[in-house]
Every structure is written in C-alpha cells, then in structure tokens.
C-alpha cells in the first residue's frame, strides 16, 4: 500500500493518474484513514506551496533587472576576489612557508625533549661560609644584630 | 553499420539530439566561464537573470533585496563553477543556489518569525489600505502574509535537496520525468525523496499548527 501510494503519489497530485489507477489508488485511500488523511494534508500543502512561492507571470516579466546589473556583478565579484590576510596561507607559496615553520617548530621540540637533562652545577662555597667553617663556634641564626654580636665577641677573643 | 532511424525512433531521436545540443551548449558554456571567459560569464548571467529574479521574488516577495541576493547568487556561480560537474542542468544548480541564498537572507533577518511592514511590496501595501474593497475578491493580505511565513517556515524544516525538489515540482510545474533529467537522478528516486519530503513536511505542519488542545488544525482551513 505505502509503495504503491509512493509511486502514484505525484500523479495524484497533478491529476495526471490514469482513470484505472485513480480509481484504485481512490479505493485504497478509502480503506485507510490514515494514509487518506496524510494525502488530505500533502494536497492542501500542494496548493500552498503552488499559491504562494510562484511568481505570477505578469509580475515575473516586470522584474527584469535594472541597466547596469552585469557590471554590479562584477564589482561584487572583483571585490570578494580581493585577498585577505589569511588567503596568503592559501597561496602555494605561503601553504609551503607555513608547513615549513610546523616542521621547524617540531624538530626543534624534538630535540629539546630527547637532550638529556644536565645535573646542576655545584655552587661555589661563599667566602662567609669558608670563614665560619673555619671558626665552628660562630654560628649564624638568621638574627642580624644576633650574629653580629656573635661575631664581634669571636674576634675580640681571636685578638685576646 | 548505422541504420538510417525511421517513423517513431526518428522523432525521439531528433528530441533526443535537441536535449543533447542544448546539453552540449551549456557544457560549453561551463567550461568557458571555468576558464575566467567574462564574455561567457555575461553571457550566463543574462540567460539565467530574469529566472533568478523570479525565484527569489517568488520567495521573498520583496523587490528591495532582491538585486543584492541576484548578485550574490551570480558571484557565487562564478567563484563554485568547478564545483558543478553538468550531472544536473545548469539551471538546476543555479536554482539550488538562489533558494539557498533566499533561505540564508531570511535566516539573517530573521524575517520568518514575523513580518515587518518593509518586507511589504508597494503592491502589498496598495491592497492593504484596500484591503475592504479586495475582501469579497480573495484572502486578505494579512492572511497572505500568514501563509506566506507558514510556507517558508515549513520549508525550512526539509533539506535544502528536499526543498530544492519541491520547489522545483510545484513552484515551477515540472514532471517527475523532468525532474529525474534535470537532476540525474533517476524516477524512483525522486519519487521517494519527494514522498519523504512530503511526508516530513505534513509531520513538521502538523507539530506547528497544533492547537493548544492537542489536535491539529485542519489542512481545509488554510
């Protein structure tokens, strides 16, 4: 039934069904609600669609376009011609600079990730600290003026 | 060895030979205007002008935009021609790109969810103001209007193919034979997809005008 209302359909709607495959297809629909009502509905669409998107033939040929349409088009076109910055991208020569860079940019990752990481240089022991190695007694707390008492005493009794 | 056509086989065969050189001529066209020939690509531009402007009036109703989508459609044609493979007529793709451009305008304004009084044609608004006087003659323009919307928002539920298909049936009357030539595709192919669409546009009908009570309006009452 749904094939043979599929196959018919058009026809139906343009009236085109033979009388023989009008009467069939009538009988069908009347034996079914269902698909009769779809056909109700796709005829009234039919009509709305054919009433209200068609141009009337009088109004149509009053819309030719005004003198001058060519060359407007070919402004339009000239002007969505013109290229962008990004068109450069696009250019072969620009396609080949920019696959380039990405290549360059991943050699050099590469290389950064398969160096192996040095150990850090030793620090240079500050003079300060040779110094007080020197003289264990004087041990510096982080106090300031603490340590500079300290540090003082130590001398005076280096002197003494 | 050829032998000579004669009685019915003859008359197909000279249709068949116009269709072939109209086929042949546009092929030619084509691949002019592939080749940046401004000559051809004016020459596509007025055989294909005046159709473009009945389109989109037909959609729109409108003359304000109507130039500017024409141009757009035309500079479209010129920047995707290779793209078109001549599987469909020329026409046909140039159809397809007017109601796409149609359906991206109205897209843009927004112009489906109501309509504005610009979107009024001088006509329009002529019959308006007369609109008592043309009550007894058809339906009034606010109705008009209504339907208008309606159609266009139910044609924007289905595939821009489904709606091209569509269009092409009922707006320009053309055969599911002439279709199947226009498109390359064959009968039954276009018989179900316009089936489908129908199918999909009843569904889409249907949801929109359902009344608050749950039933949907009746298609008589359109």
């Known amino acids: 039934m749904r094939e043979r209302m599929r196959n018919n359909l058009e026809s139906y709607l343009t009236g085109s069904l033979p009388a023989q495959e009008n009467e069939i297809f009538e009988a069908m629909l009347a034996s079914d609600a269902q698909e009769r009502e779809q056909l109700e509905w796709m005829l009234a669409q039919s009509k709305l669609i054919r009433e209200t998107l068609r141009t009337p033939p009088e109004v149509a040929a009053e819309l030719a376009p005004a003198p001058g349409f060519y060359a407007r088009v070919i402004a339009r076109v000239e002007a969505e011609a013109q290229p962008s910055f990004w068109s450069i991208f696009l250019e072969p020569f620009g396609r080949r600079v920019a696959y380039a860079s990405v290549a360059l940019l991943l050699v050099m990752g590469l290389v950064m990730l398969s160096t192996p990481n040095e150990t850090a240089p030793e620090l240079a022991e500050a003079p300060g600290q040779v110094l007080m190695d020197d003289h264990p007694e004087v041990h510096l707390v982080g106090d300031t003026a603490d340590d500079r008492d300290r540090v003082f005493v130590n001398l005076t009794a280096l002197d003494q | 060895m050829v032998l000579p056509e004669t009685g019915a086989g003859a008359v197909l065969s000279r249709g068949q030979r116009t269709v072939d050189q109209r086929q042949t001529d546009e092929i030619r066209l084509v691949e002019r205007v592939k080749a940046r020939d ?185």
Request: aromatic residues 8%.
């Open chain 2, 38 to 222: 401004e000559i051809a690509f004016k020459e596509l531009v007025d055989r294909y002008q005046n159709k473009v402007f009945s389109i989109i009036y037909g959609i729109l109703r409108t003359q304000g935009d109507t130039e500017d989508i024409a141009q757009q459609v035309f500079a479209k044609v010129y920047f995707s021609i290779n793209s078109f493979d001549s599987r469909s007529s020329l026409l046909t793709w140039i159809y397809k790109i007017t109601v796409n451009e149609c359906y991206d305008y109205l897209r843009k304004k927004k112009v489906r969810k109501l309509v504005y009084e610009s979107d009024f044609s001088e006509e329009d608004s002529k019959r308006m103001d007369n609109s008592e006087a043309s009550a007894d003659r058809g339906p009034a323009v606010d109705t008009q209007l209504a339907q208008r919307d309606l159609v266009l928002k139910l044609m924007s539920k289905v595939s821009a193919e489904d709606r091209n298909l569509m269009m092409l049936k009922e707006v320009e009357g053309h055969s599911v034979e002439e279709l199947a030539q226009m498109t390359g595709m064959n009968e039954n192919t276009i018989k179900v997809k316009l089936f489908r669409a129908r199918q999909k546009l009843v569904k889409a009908a249907q949801r929109l005008m359902k009344s608050p009570g749950g039933a949907p309006t009746a298609p008589q009452s359109w």
